[in-house]
């Protein structure tokens, strides 16, 4: 990976062009440029799903385009109150009913929706969460899950304690520059977690910037 894009990479927002009409509106180019890939399997892997809880939607634009792309579907957005702006802001603009008003969702204090889904999304969150936190999200994901409901989770992973590229491992030096619970995650761990919590995986994913998207299966 170029230096350019590790630092879109970290930049997961920032303020977008003044805009008249949303002010409240943020930018993600690191968005952006991973949309299309991922919805090139959430078309495979969503394809029987009707309702899809997003966890940490971040500025909004995941939730407006997925939602735009594959319109089977009911994407529900959820984040911390502070990002409700911005994912509202991008969802007035798009004008899609489909991609709905974000939940207040704090995966380590707040109360999970009662509400079943088929699918649970999540996009460079276990990098920034506690390790606590990771373990609240996947317990968290199994309670509202379906019965065979899929787990989708997309961001950069170790492998054996391993980076899987120099601009991974200069990218977690920068996330422990920032706090020290920060990191990437190392895929043994994250199966293991997954298996307490009833997942299965089903598809361990290549995807651009040395990132993976990793499909788990609610089995029980």
């Not at 440029?33 to 909004?60: F, K, M, W």
Request: charged letters at 20%; aromatic letters at 8%; proline letters at 4%.
């Amino acid at each position: 990976m170029k230096r350019t894009e590790l630092r879109e990479l970290k930049q997961r927002t920032k303020l977008n062009e003044p805009n008249a009409m949303h002010t409240q509106k943020q930018f993600s180019l690191a968005c952006e440029r991973n949309q299309e890939p991922i919805l090139q399997h959430l078309q495979e892997y969503l394809a029987d799903a009707q309702q899809v809880l997003e966890i940490g939607s971040g500025t909004g634009q995941h939730a407006v385009y997925f939602s735009r792309h594959l319109p089977h579907l009911k994407w529900q957005t959820s984040d911390r109150v502070e990002n409700h702006p911005s994912i509202q802001a991008w969802i007035n603009e798009e004008g899609n009913s489909r991609a709905l008003a974000p939940l207040a969702l704090d995966v380590a204090n707040d109360s999970w929706p009662t509400q079943s889904y088929d699918a649970v999304f999540t996009a460079n969150t276990c990098h920034i969460m506690h390790w606590e936190e990771v373990e609240k999200m996947f317990a968290g994901a199994c309670h509202v899950l379906a019965q065979n409901g899929k787990f989708i989770i997309y961001g950069p992973f170790n492998y054996g304690g391993q980076f899987t590229s120099i601009s991974n491992q200069e990218f977690d030096a920068s996330l422990k520059r920032q706090s020290s619970h920060r990191g990437i995650r190392d895929i043994a761990d994250v199966e293991a977690l997954a298996a307490q919590q009833q997942f299965k995986l089903l598809a361990d994913l290549e995807m651009p910037a040395n990132n993976r998207l990793l499909i788990f299966k609610k089995t029980t």
